[in-house]
């Protein structure tokens, strides 16, 4: 219901002149966004963008703001642009984000204890990468926040905020990207890879951290992790490869079958509990499952049933490892801190002339972890 909604939102003005003919595509997207988790509960909203393109060479860029609302009295919203000009040798993607986030973990750091966190948003984040050679991109990047904002967020999604802890800094740093893809949002064959770092620093840990029936020192081996304050190193590196498969399901007029392989890591040098990295599996709630560091490897696997719709399938396995991740844990490596995940769902092609996708789906973790999305944008 909610993909129809969206299809009827997204769809091109059909003139009244010409009922038969469809005019040009509008330049407007209106989507709803849903995720339902039985830790966070329900989280819902909608994102409007203005797409563009700037000249022939680049791809289509898009600027917009979105709004999300969960029950537990979290409402988070934001403004957002990623822009390609100048033949594609100019990148930029930004965002700033404001909310009030009230986070009620169940079992937070799989301690059996009820944790909550109180935060106000305040974020203000900026991309910049330039071609330099080839596919070759270099540039920097600056933040200014009081949260933990997944940076930049997942094809702008502001909603995905809810379920990190807050920490109060001002970080900067470096970006290498080479984009092989041929396609910036829907691609079908290629290969991406990007490696940033992020330098916090003037910061102050655990901001508006509040604990629901125990204080969260009593939950780690170690207090300095909330004593630590928020100076503290971040790299993270995510390779990205794309094979088309072929016509499983539709003829050769639709597009191919994709399978997408993602192998992601965040590592973290002298962080407080706050900017530690988190278990990002789908069917996993953020922040949750915390560790020094975090790898995954998943895949997406992208079936066609017609030009626009398809079928997803979906799955991987995470590991946190470094720091002891709960009181009772003095393990430290990924053997017995692993978190798999699969996953399926629908997909609807919105807006075809610059790719841009919504997906509907369910994934599940162990344990009791699942949920279900409507999401704005392939996850990778």
Known sequence: MLLGLAAMLASPVVTAQNSEAEG???PWLLTPLLSVDPKLGTNVGGLAAYLRRFDEESPISMMGAAISYSNTDSLVSGMFADLYWGGDHHRLVGAAAYGDIKNEYDDFLGSGRTVETVDDLRSVFLRYRYRFWGNWFVGGQLIRTNYQIDFPPNQVVIDQQVGYLGFN??????????????????????????????????????AG???????????????????????FGVLRAT??????????????????????????????DDAPLSGFSSVSMPGYTRGNYLGE???DIQFDLRMPVSARWGIVLFGGIGCLYGDPIAANDSSSGCSDNAYPGIGAGVSWLIKPESGVILRAEAAKGIGDNSALYLRFGHPF
């Open 24 to 26: 040009p595509p509008s």
């Open 169 to 206: 800094s001002t970080g900067a740093g470096l970006v290498l990207e080479m984009d092989g893809r041929n396609h910036i949002r829907t691609p079908t064959q290629g290969n991406y890879f990007l490696i940033d770092t992020v330098s916090y620093r003037s910061g102050e840990a655990g």
């Open 209 to 231: 951290i509040a604990a629901d029936e125990s204080r969260l020192d009593d939950l780690l081996p170690d207090d300095s992790l909330l004593n630590r304050d928020g100076e």
């Open 239 to 268: 390779y990205s490869h794309y094979s088309p498969l072929g016509h499983w399901l539709t003829e050769s007029a639709a597009p191919e079958v994709v399978l997408a392989i993602r192998a992601f890591g965040r590592w973290t």
């Open 293 to 295: 560091n975090y790898s």
